[in-house]
C-alpha cells in the first residue's frame, strides 16, 4: 500500500529530515484501490455511489480511548483497513445507525491485496455482523472490509468464481511508451 494513507510516513519522513538525512518519496497504490481493481469493481458508481471513505480503527495513543464507538462516516462506499478485530462490530453499528447501509449492503473482504497470498470473501452486512468472516480471517495477513452497494456486482461475480486468483501479469515486465512527471 502508499504510506501516505495509514503509514508512518509523517513521523518517517520527519525523523529523517531531522537527522539531515534527504528524502524522496515514491507513491504506491493504496490497498483500498488495489483491491477495488482485484475483485474488478469501482469504489463509485454513476446512479448508486457518489462518495468513498478510507477508514482506520487503529490509533495512536494519544487518541480516543479503547472501546469508544466507531464514528459512522456518511459516505456510500466504505473501506476499513485494519478492522479485522472490529469487523462484526462494524457491520452490527452500520446496520443500527448507518441510513447509507442495511442488512442486504454488499461488502467485500481482501486479504494480503495485491499478493500471491490475496484471497476474497463476499457477502453481506448481516452475514458480517452474525461473526460469518471469524473464522475465515487469517490474522497474519492484513485485511481490508470493503461496504457498499457500488460492490454488490463483484459480490454477485464472486460467488460464481473460481478461488482461484490469475496472477499471470505477476512476474511480467511492463513497458510504457514515455515518462510522465508530476
Known amino acids: 500500500?502508499?504510506?501516505?494513507?495509514?503509514?508512518?510516513?509523517?513521523?518517517?519522513?520527519?525523523?529523517?529530515k531531522a537527522a539531515g538525512i534527504a528524502v524522496e518519496v515514491v507513491p504506491g497504490i493504496t490497498a483500498a484501490l488495489a483491491g477495488a481493481a482485484s475483485i474488478q469493481q469501482s469504489l463509485t458508481l454513476r446512479g448508486v455511489s457518489r462518495s468513498v471513505a478510507f477508514i482506520t480503527l487503529a490509533q495512536g495513543a494519544e487518541n480516543l480511548a479503547p472501546g469508544h464507538p466507531i464514528s459512522n462516516p456518511s459516505a456510500d462506499t466504505l473501506v476499513y483497513y485494519m478492522g479485522r478485530k472490529d469487523a462484526s462490530r462494524i457491520a452490527q453499528q452500520l446496520i443500527e445507525q448507518s441510513p447509507n447501509h442495511g442488512?442486504?449492503?454488499?461488502?467485500?473482504?481482501?486479504?494480503?491485496?495485491?499478493?500471491?497470498?490475496?484471497?476474497?470473501?463476499?457477502?453481506?452486512?448481516?452475514?458480517?455482523?452474525?461473526?460469518?468472516?471469524?473464522?475465515?480471517?487469517?490474522?497474519?495477513?492484513?485485511?481490508?472490509?470493503?461496504?457498499?452497494e457500488a460492490l454488490k456486482q463483484s459480490a454477485k461475480e464472486l460467488e460464481r468464481a473460481s478461488p482461484e486468483i490469475d496472477n499471470g501479469l505477476q512476474d511480467s515486465q511492463i513497458l510504457s511508451n514515455g515518462r510522465r512527471s508530476a
Request: aromatic share 6%; charged share 20%; net charge negative.
Open 1 to 16: 500500500g502508499d504510506p501516505m494513507l495509514f503509514g508512518r510516513a509523517d513521523e518517517e519522513i520527519q525523523t529523517l
Open 103 to 148: 442488512i442486504n449492503t454488499p461488502v467485500q473482504i481482501l486479504e494480503a491485496v495485491s499478493t500471491a497470498r490475496e484471497r476474497q470473501w463476499g457477502s453481506t452486512l448481516s452475514e458480517l455482523a452474525a461473526g460469518k468472516a471469524d473464522q475465515w480471517f487469517d490474522t497474519s495477513s492484513p485485511a481490508l472490509i470493503m461496504i457498499g
